[in-house]
């Protein structure tokens, strides 16, 4: 059975940097798109970063642009997203995603429709 399992979630202050860790486990996920969303305290779902299986191509929320960096080794079967100058704003759960197998190696969805395998997720929590 595959599955994807975060980790790295914590509390920091803000200002500071957070790397989260995806990694999949029961078969590759090398030709899948992936993807990080986000639920704040009382909000929706929403969209974080994605990337391609190529890891060519990228997606980001214009939140987080210029702040978060989302990156994949198809060696390790890992996805990462590195984030910096942490914002109160920023705290949530965040999960990992893949969508299905796709033979575009640009294809990297910002819908969560397209994300078929999901995380457990991890907490994020930046004080102030």
């Known amino acids: 059975q595959a599955q994807l399992v975060e980790s790295g979630g914590g509390l920091v202050q803000a200002g500071g940097s957070l790397r989260l860790s995806c990694t999949a486990s029961?078969?590759?996920?090398?030709?899948?798109?992936m993807g990080w969303f986000r639920q704040a305290p009382g909000k929706e779902r929403e969209f974080v970063a994605s990337i391609s299986w190529s890891g060519v191509f990228t997606n980001y929320a214009d939140s987080v642009k210029g702040r978060f960096t989302i990156s994949r080794d198809n060696a390790k079967n890992t996805v990462l997203l590195q984030m910096t100058s942490l914002r109160p704003e920023d705290t949530a759960i965040y999960y990992c995603?893949?969508?299905?197998?796709?033979?575009?190696?640009?294809?990297?969805?910002?819908?969560?429709?397209?994300?078929?395998?999901w995380g457990q997720g991890t907490q994020v929590t930046v004080s102030s």
């Open positions: 029961g078969r590759t996920f090398s030709k899948n798109a």
């Open positions: 995603a893949a969508t299905r197998p796709s033979l575009s190696g640009s294809y990297r969805p910002t819908n969560s429709i397209e994300y078929t395998t």
